[in-house]
Nanobody, 126 residues
Framework: QVELVESGGGLVQAGGSLRLSCAAS????????MGWFRQAPGKEREFVAG????????IYADSVMGRFTISRNNAKNTIYLQMNSLKPEDSAVYFC???????????????????WGKGTLVTVSS
């Protein structure tokens, strides 16, 4: 059974930092694109960041560009999201997601993910 488990969420003051982790089990995603999404109360889920399996290509939502960094460790079947200069509007449940297909080393996407974690809550106080 494939499982993605997020961790690292919590309460932080505006301007602070958090590092989210997503550990995959049940299969390897070392040849798959992965990403982070978030959903705030009353809003639709939105794309945050994506990374190719090689790590050579990364994309970000405009709202987090320059503040968030996505990375991965294929040996650990884990991806990360380093979040700096956090703002109250970053408060949301953050989800990890993975593509089911083996892709080109630089393939990255902001949609069409096949596997999802259950999320971790990030709350940024003003």
């Amino acid at each position: 059974q494939v499982e993605l488990v997020e961790s690292g969420g919590g309460l932080v003051q505006a301007g602070g930092s958090l590092r989210l982790s997503c550990a995959a089990s049940g299969r390897t995603f070392s040849r798959s694109a992965m990403g982070w999404f978030r959903q705030a109360p009353g809003k639709e889920r939105e794309f945050v960041a994506g990374i190719s399996w090689s790590g050579s290509n990364r994309i970000y939502a405009d709202s987090v560009m320059g503040r968030f960094t996505i990375s991965r460790n294929n040996a650990k079947n884990t991806i990360y999201l380093q979040m700096n200069s956090l703002k109250p509007e970053d408060s949301a449940v953050y989800f990890c997601a993975a593509d089911d297909q083996d892709r080109a080393s630089d393939f990255v996407t902001s949609y069409g993910m096949d596997y999802w974690g259950k999320g971790t809550l990030v709350t940024v106080s003003s």
